[in-house]
């Protein structure tokens, strides 16, 4: 069973930075398309951004050219790079592959505020 750990959160003020990652436990890392989501309270769980077993990336609408999606394979980790950080963006944040077939991870919290 791969295990998934996220780190990297915090809280910011807003328009400031934080870089997320990811850490994969077994699996077929490399050949997979890994993605982030997040969850903000009293929301459902929503995809963020993903990146392909080739490193073409995709992100939601709604990241508007703030976030960068990239992996390392060899480390079998993925990162997120957010910048400008809004107050919407506050949530938990977790990856999994974009079709989520792998457990759940604990998250990592990220807070925007001032």
């Known amino acids: 069973q791969v295990q998934l750990v996220e780190s990297g959160g915090g809280l910011v003020q807003p328009g400031g930075s934080l870089r997320l990652s990811c850490v994969a436990s077994?699996?077929?890392?490399?050949?997979?398309?890994i993605g982030w989501f997040r969850q903000a309270p009293g929301k459902q769980r929503e995809m963020v951004a993903f990146?392909?077993?080739?490193?073409?990336?995709n992100y939601e609408g709604f990241v508007k050219g703030r976030f960068t999606i990239s992996r390392d394979n060899s480390k079998k980790t993925v990162y997120l790079q957010m910048y400008d950080l809004e107050p919407d963006d506050t949530a938990v944040y977790y990856c999994?592959?974009?079709?989520?077939?792998?457990?759940w991870g604990q998250g990592t919290q990220v807070t925007v505020s001032s």
């Open positions: 077994g699996g077929f890392f490399s050949i997979t398309a």
């Open positions: 999994n592959t974009r079709a989520k077939r792998w457990s």
């Open positions: 990146i392909h077993a080739d490193g073409k990336e």
